[in-house]
């Protein structure tokens, strides 16, 4: 079968550092995505790690580890706009993502 | 700016009914996808396409179909609505060759009563 792992909820306060990690069991795998939603509107592409390592854009970062079936995405100087979920997908065939269930992620003043 | 517009942002049917979801992208994207996404459960896949006419059943295919006759257009059907499928029904598209930059739209919230 096919399994992403990741928590439901965190929360973390304005302007500190958080990590929302995702670990999957599946199949096949060619790459982790993230992806964000907040309440009410559509989900919107985040990253994507294809080969291991970490990934930086802007204050959002995303690293893979293949060896371990395991990628994270980090959020740093964290803004009350950054509460929203957060689904991890892995690309697991040239047309497929599977999601995770997400990460209600709380930003607090 | 890609666009993906879907039909209705609340819908409601009574049990037994045939249910249209109409989605529509503007950025000439080969793939399309209907997804259904539940409180836990994420986003699962229900069919996707990645051409016109043709399609591929997703992780929950079952009480549902879909048609693709132009490349901007991508339904999903409901050929006999049940409570069960009472959800959020969310399209996306995305360009050739590649799933992982997926555009989304709005969103439709079905209700079967």
């Known amino acids: 079968g096919q399994s992403l792992e990741q928590p439901s909820e965190v929360t973390a306060v304005e302007g500190a550092i958080v990590q929302i990690n995702c670990t999957y069991q599946?199949?096949?795998?060619?790459?982790l995505s993230w992806y964000q939603q907040h309440d009410g509107g559509a989900p919107t592409f985040l990253s994507y790690?294809?080969?291991?390592g970490l990934e930086e854009t802007g204050r959002f970062s995303s690293f893979l580890s293949r060896s371990d079936s395991y990628g994270y995405l980090l959020l740093q100087e964290l803004q009350m706009k950054d509460s929203a979920s957060y689904f991890c997908?892995?690309?697991?065939?040239?047309?497929?993502?599977?999601f995770g269930s997400g990460t209600r992620l709380l930003v607090r003043p | 700016d890609v666009k993906v517009t879907q039909s209705s942002r609340y819908l409601v049917k009574r049990t037994g009914e045939k249910v249209f979801l109409e989605c529509v992208q503007d950025?000439?994207?080969?793939?399309m996808f209907w997804y259904r996404q539940d409180p836990g459960l994420g986003l699962r896949l229900i069919y996707f396409?990645?051409?016109?006419?043709?399609?591929e059943k997703g992780d929950i295919p079952e009480g549902y179909s879909v048609s693709r006759e132009k490349k901007e257009r991508f339904s999903l059907i409901l050929e006999s609505a049940s409570t069960n499928q009472t959800s959020m029904y969310l399209c996306?598209?995305?360009?050739?060759?590649?799933?992982?930059?997926?555009?989304f739209g709005p969103g439709t919230r079905l209700t079967v009563t």
């Open positions: 996306a598209s995305s360009p050739p060759g590649q799933p992982i930059e997926q555009y």
């Open positions: 599946t199949s096949g795998f060619y790459g």
């Open positions: 790690n294809g080969l291991d």
């Open positions: 997908a892995v690309r697991h065939s040239s047309y497929k993502l599977i």
């Open positions: 950025m000439d994207h080969e793939n």
């Open positions: 396409s990645y051409d016109v006419k043709m399609k």
